[in-house]
């Protein structure tokens, strides 16, 4: 099992520009969550999915936009990047049983200038 | 507001010491704490805590949960150059198995 693997690793933005952060998992987990991490801050929860076609808002959503077509896949979306949003991004899954352990992928960093 | 808290932020031990990370909550809908280990990438899973009182431990890292009191602590003994890393404490609530993390503790452990 590859777990849970993101794409890009690094990528740099200029402000104003789209891009969608690749996340998959081939657990079969039901719950995916997209959590950012900044210095200082711990991680926070951008967005999650409790299964195919059910997404629901964390704490820190504006700016990001999420779909969940398949059970594999989770991407976030950034609509028009800004500064704010440089930060270390980790996509997580876990079986959903209830308990919450959680598997991440390596994380992508992404810049925005 | 939903809050996890740890204490200290950071600390440097020299190699042998026994350290002791703490972690409080406030949090609706309780229903587990994760300890996670954080080096340059993703966190690593250590200890899922359910239950009050009932300590897991993994060789030299053993944490313990007091629902009453509303904390956990990690506990680190005979601690080596290899368990530097940030120790993160997360709160799962919720029926969805929302986490909430708190910032972290920074452990340094020098020769």
């Known amino acids: 099992n590859a777990g849970v693997t993101q794409t890009p690793k690094f990528q740099v933005l200029k402000t104003g520009q789209s891009m969608t952060l690749q996340c998959a998992q081939d657990?079969?987990?039901?719950?995916m969550s997209w959590y950012r991490q900044d210095p200082g801050m711990g991680l926070r929860l951008i967005h999650y999915?409790?299964?195919?076609?059910?997404?629901d808002q964390g704490e820190v959503p504006n700016g990001y936009n999420v779909s969940r077509s398949t059970t594999e896949d989770f991407p976030l979306r950034l609509l028009s990047a800004a500064p704010s949003q440089t930060s270390v991004y980790f996509c997580?899954?876990?079986?959903?049983?209830?308990?919450?352990?959680?598997?991440f992928g390596p994380g992508t960093r992404l810049t925005v200038t | 507001e939903d809050k996890v808290v740890q204490s200290p932020l950071s600390l440097v031990v020299h190699e042998g010491d026994t350290v002791t990370l703490n972690c409080s909550y406030e949090?609706?809908?309780?229903?587990?704490l994760l300890w996670y280990k954080q080096e340059k990438k993703a966190p690593t899973f250590l200890f899922m805590l359910?239950?009050?009182?009932i300590e897991k431990k993994s060789g030299r890292l053993s944490s313990i949960l007091d629902k009453k009191e509303l904390f956990s602590i990690l506990n680190i003994t005979a601690t080596q150059t290899g368990d530097s890393a940030v120790y993160l404490c997360?709160?799962?609530?919720?029926?969805?198995?929302?986490?909430?993390f708190g910032t972290g503790t920074r452990l340094q452990v020098t020769l």
């Open positions: 997580a899954s876990s079986s959903g049983t209830g308990t919450g352990e959680q598997y």
């Open positions: 949090v609706t809908n309780f229903r587990s």
């Open positions: 657990m079969n987990h039901e719950y």
């Open positions: 997360a709160v799962v609530r919720g029926t969805a198995s929302k986490l909430t």
């Open positions: 999915s409790v299964g195919a076609g059910i997404t």
């Open positions: 359910t239950s009050s009182g």
